[in-house]
């Protein structure tokens, strides 16, 4: 079983920026795909960004490009999400989670594992 705890997050003024963790543990695998989502109240879990556990190609939702940056660190066994720019409507619950298969995919049934979910709020 793989464990993802996530930290950071919070309050924050518009046009703040902050970063997420997410610390992976217990039975690893090799490279897996790791994504961000979030999900807003009444709205849909929505895909923010993801990446190769080892490297390589990002990928990122029209609504963060250009302020978001996800990244990982093997030594560390963390997951990161940095968030630039914020605006009000990136207020969610946003998640980790990793997906077992190593190819890319923006929807939530494509993964495995979840972390605990983490509050970020962008007050105007």
């Known amino acids: 079983q793989v464990q993802l705890v996530q930290s950071g997050g919070g309050l924050v003024q518009a046009g703040g920026s902050l970063r997420l963790s997410c610390a992976a543990s217990?039975?690893?695998?090799?490279?897996?795909?790791m994504g961000w989502f979030r999900q807003a109240p009444g709205k849909e879990r929505e895909f923010v960004a993801g990446?190769?556990?080892?490297?390589?190609?990002?990928y990122y939702s029209d609504s963060v490009k250009g302020r978001a940056l996800i990244s990982t660190d093997n030594a560390k066994n963390t997951a990161y999400l940095q968030m630039n720019s914020l605006k009000p409507e990136d207020t969610a619950v946003y998640y980790c989670?990793?997906?077992?298969?190593?190819?890319?995919?923006?929807?939530?049934?494509?993964?495995?594992?979840w972390g605990q979910g983490t509050q970020v709020t962008v007050s105007s």
């Open positions: 989670a990793a997906r077992i298969l190593r190819d890319h995919c923006s929807a939530y049934e494509c993964y495995d594992y």
């Open positions: 217990g039975r690893t695998f090799s490279s897996p795909f």
């Open positions: 990446m190769p556990w080892s490297g390589g190609r990002t």
